[in-house]
T-cell receptor, first 111, second 112 residues
């Protein structure tokens, strides 16, 4: 069935780049998302990529998609303390379909 | 920027009681969703709603659950005969269909 896997924790020094990785199983996934959840808050859509794209850049965020390996990554350049949160990788077949989430990667920023 | 709003932010209910979670989706959105996140676990899809009817529901969404759009703005999730295992964060989301889903801040439901 559909599944999204990601590592649970990542620690990065402030100012360095963070790279959060994700793999998914459903080759028919058309849309791949990154959501951010700060403590006590909801799910904030950070960015998303269509499966016919390899890369998408938005300011400090770069998303890379390897469709052959079903691997998605999120790179955050110049990581700041405000980036400390849980980052969820997610996928859906179509834009109005249910979203399948990973368990989330907790990003911890070291001073 | 328009946002999805959910009320209440925290609901405490006795086991066996009924609870209604409320959501106001973004005004021009046509697709509505409920998800839940049990503490420490994944965010799980419950149900999607379009054109005044359920378009898809998960195995979790059994007869205990129902959804309604009682007027032009609200979208509610009703849970009857609540159980301890219904304790979770419940997220409402909406989309216009041509864009991604936008989520509310969630309602934390605690069943005692």
């Amino acid at each position: 069935g559909e599944d999204v896997e990601q590592s649970l924790f990542l620690s990065v020094r402030e100012g360095d780049s963070s790279v959060i990785n994700c793999t998914y199983t459903d080759s028919s996934s058309t849309y791949l998302y990154w959501y951010k959840q700060e403590p006590g808050a909801g799910l904030q859509l950070l960015t998303y990529i269509f499966s016919n794209m390899d890369m998408k850049q938005d300011q400090r965020l770069t998303v890379l998609l390897n469709k052959k390996d079903k691997h998605l990554s999120l790179r955050i350049a110049d990581t700041q303390t405000g980036d400390s949160a849980i980052y969820f990788c997610a996928e859906s077949m179509n834009r109005d379909d249910k979203i399948i989430f990973g368990k989330g990667t907790r990003l911890h920023i070291l001073p | 920027e328009p946002e999805v709003t959910q009320t209440p932010s925290h609901q405490v209910t006795q086991m066996g009681q009924e609870v209604i979670l409320r959501c106001v989706p973004i005004s021009n959105h046509l697709y509505f969703y409920w998800y839940r996140q049990i503490l420490g676990q994944k965010v799980e899809f419950l149900v999607s709603f379009y054109n005044n009817e359920i378009s898809e529901k998960s195995e979790i969404f059994d007869d205990q659950f129902s959804v309604e759009r009682p007027d032009g703005s609200n979208f509610t999730l009703k849970i009857r005969s609540t159980k301890l295992e219904d304790s979770a964060m419940y997220f409402c989301a909406s989309s216009e269909g041509s864009g991604p889903q936008h989520f509310g801040d969630g309602t934390r439901l605690s069943i005692l």
